[in-house]
């Protein structure tokens, strides 16, 4: 007997372990969160997000304890309306939920309204989260983006505000996303001011003294957006105003003339409702993103036309890149680079080999070695005299390759980083490009414009590779490959707003019109 009485208290404390938990002294019963989905329908997602929750607490109040409401419910209620005003959204303002929080703060109301406004939280919460942190777009790479979306845990998230009920918690979201929505809190305030006023102008260009009543405006929109710490309010171009548009158009990724030019002057007449649109859409690719990134990456962001390397999550290094024009798009996603090959052969890709090479042979086969390449099949070189080009229309059955050499394509320098678009970073031989303020022009993969740098960043912890034995190298032509081991991720990103390290709202065009496209999900849905 007594042993069965043992088995018996034995099996209640292990049925009852999670109540000892002690989240709340308050308890559901299952029956009511059913009668609550019956009165107020939610989809199957949602529903079995908050029946997990309170599954997990053994039904225990999340809201709730007997003592009333706790801090938890502030904390939850001011990041509603935050977002709200934040988004200009209003999908989760609540009449209902607002006069029950109320009621409940001066103690009006019953048991079966408690439990209302309970299951009411959660059920927000969970449709909050969902959309404010993993975003509003359903799949991503419908968008064009490929960087593993990494998914949230809405359960821990809701957890760790009713745990830390005393204070707000830390978002699920990427430093990236939280400075720039502090620039998005900023510009409705422009917005709700009257805006960005118009600079209308007949000059073609407007420079340091010159005198134009438009230059009132021109002051008064630079300082608005930070540009201008002072505002004079004369009609004169004055240093200080020179020096603002030299900001300004640091920003917005124009030559920093500190002139008033024609491209200059279309970037300051965008309005602030079109610069809040921008700042949003780019919030919301930002949810795809981890909320922790690694410590050491690099990073192309693809319209600003540069890459950066971050080390220990600062900013050490930067440089200009050519991207992909707009027929041939560099792709959106992250790799890790795990070779450098110094004197690199470039594999023409089908496309170019058939369309544009193709017919150059059939004029002339020396074509092939007037530019450094070779034609190989099986692994072995083929005379191009040897073959009757003019039986090919396409899809010709050898590979083209250009030779290692000062004029190879792909420079002198090749990084590797296996991807199924076949995209890597290189050295070239264009290098008036990289002067340019649009950098477009390739075929897809990313030329960097001191990609020995680079190398030796890559490298510098690599005894094998010093830099003298690098330049000994790529003094040759021989094709050498080299480890990168540990490997380092790279993300080839596409942001249009973003803030820098410096604090600095940034914008840049949209040279892919993938910003149209993501609009219509952020602001039809």
């Not at 998005?184 to 001011?193: G, H, V």
């Not at 608005?224 to 009609?235: A, E, F, P, R, V």
């Not at 590779?465 to 050498?480: A, R």
């Amino acid at each position: 007997m007594k042993k069965i009485l043992l088995l018996v208290c034995a099996f209640t404390l292990l049925i009852g372990c999670k109540r000892g938990q002690d989240f709340s002294d308050l308890y559901l019963e299952e029956t009511v969160i059913t009668n609550f989905f019956a009165q107020h329908p939610e989809t199957e997602e949602i529903q079995e997000e908050v029946n997990l929750f309170y599954e997990d607490r053994d039904y225990q109040y999340a809201w709730f304890n007997k003592k009333g409401m706790t801090e938890a419910v502030d904390n939850f209620y001011n990041q509603l309306q935050n977002y709200s005003n934040d988004f200009a959204d209003n999908s989760f303002q609540n009449p209902e939920l607002d006069q029950m929080i109320a009621s409940v703060a001066k103690k009006k109301t019953n048991k079966k309204e408690v439990e209302k406004l309970e299951l009411l939280l959660t059920t927000t919460f969970f449709k909050f989260s969902k959309k404010a942190y993993g975003g509003t777009t359903k799949n991503p790479r419908n968008l064009g983006w490929f960087i593993p979306v990494k998914k949230k845990n809405y359960q821990e998230i809701l957890d760790e505000l009713i745990v830390n009920d005393d204070e707000a918690i830390d978002e699920p979201v990427n430093i990236y996303y939280k400075k720039l929505r502090q620039k998005l809190r900023e510009y409705r305030a422009i917005q709700d001011n009257g805006g960005f006023p118009k600079i209308v102008t007949s000059k073609k260009i407007l420079s340091l003294n010159d005198k134009d009543s438009c230059l009132v405006n021109a002051k008064r929109r630079l300082f608005l957006s930070g540009d201008l710490k002072t505002n004079d309010k004369s009609i004169v171009y004055t240093p200080a105003l020179a020096k603002a548009v030299t900001n300004f158009q640091q920003r917005v990724g124009l030559p920093e003339s500190g002139k008033i030019d024609k491209q200059t002057l279309i970037e300051l007449n965008k309005s602030v409702e079109f610069r809040i649109r921008q700042i949003m859409i780019n919030l919301e690719r930002l949810r795809w993103l981890p909320a922790e990134l690694e410590k050491n990456y690099l990073l192309v962001n693809i319209p600003e036309y540069r890459l950066h390397i971050y080390e220990g999550n600062k900013l050490v290094w930067e440089t200009n890149v050519v991207v992909g024009k707009e027929m041939s798009r560099t792709s959106i996603f992250k790799g890790n680079i795990s070779q450098i090959v110094l004197n690199p052969y470039w594999n023409v890709p089908p496309s170019i080999a058939n369309n544009e090479i193709l017919p150059e042979l059939k004029k002339n086969p020396g074509y092939l070695s007037n530019n450094n390449m070779e034609l190989v099949q099986n692994g072995q070189v083929v005379d191009p005299y040897s073959v009757y080009w003019s039986d090919y229309s396409g899809n010709i059955p050898y590979e083209i390759r250009q030779k290692p050499g000062d004029d190879n394509s792909l420079g002198k320098i090749k990084f590797l980083f296996p991807n199924g678009f076949n995209i890597y970073l290189h050295d070239t031989p264009a290098k008036s490009l990289f002067g340019l303020t649009k950098r477009s022009f390739s075929h897809g993969c990313i030329r960097v414009e001191y990609p020995k740098s680079l190398a030796f960043y890559l490298l510098r912890n690599d005894r094998k590779w010093p830099q003298e034995k690098i330049e000994n190298v790529l003094d040759s032509d021989v094709s050498t490959g080299i480890t990168i081991s540990p490997k380092v991720p790279v993300y080839i990103t596409y942001f249009t707003a973003w803030v820098d390290p410096k604090g600095n709202l940034n914008f840049r065009n949209d040279i892919y019109n993938l910003d149209g496209k993501l609009a219509r999900e952020v602001f039809e849905r």
